[in-house]
């Protein structure tokens, strides 16, 4: 079992910066990859970023080059670096993670990230 806490979240006006956290805990050998999704009000989850363990990222095209995505391994923590947000980055952000092909995928409680015009 892997228990996901987030933290960062807030309101923020456009060009700001927030930083999310997201610490894991529980039993657990290794986490592989980790990550964050957002769901916005009448939209379906998405990816925003997502890292491996050896550090291979992934980006949303929508966040590329505004977001940046971190990991520290002896911590079990990810973060999420936004910068210039913009009004669409408003969203319930969700912290992800996957230790085993065979283990079900782990999930935050959510924080939200609320961009203001």
């Known amino acids: 079992q892997v228990q996901l806490v987030e933290s960062g979240g807030g309101l923020v006006q456009a060009g700001g910066s927030l930083r999310l956290s997201c610490a894991a805990s529980?039993?657990?050998?290794?986490?592989?990859?980790m990550g964050w999704y957002r769901q916005a009000p009448g939209k379906q989850r998405e990816l925003v970023a997502a890292?491996?363990?050896?550090?291979?990222?992934n980006y949303a095209d929508s966040v590329k080059g505004r977001f940046t995505i971190s990991r520290d391994n002896v911590k079990n923590t990810v973060y999420l670096q936004m910068d210039s947000l913009k009004p669409e980055d408003t969203a319930v952000y969700y912290c992800?993670?996957?230790?085993?092909?065979?283990?079900?995928?782990?999930w935050g409680q959510g924080t939200q990230v609320t961009v203001s015009a």
């Open positions: 992800h993670a996957v230790t085993s092909p065979l283990a079900p995928d782990y």
């Open positions: 529980g039993s657990f050998f290794s986490i592989n990859d």
């Open positions: 890292i491996s363990s050896r550090g291979r990222t």
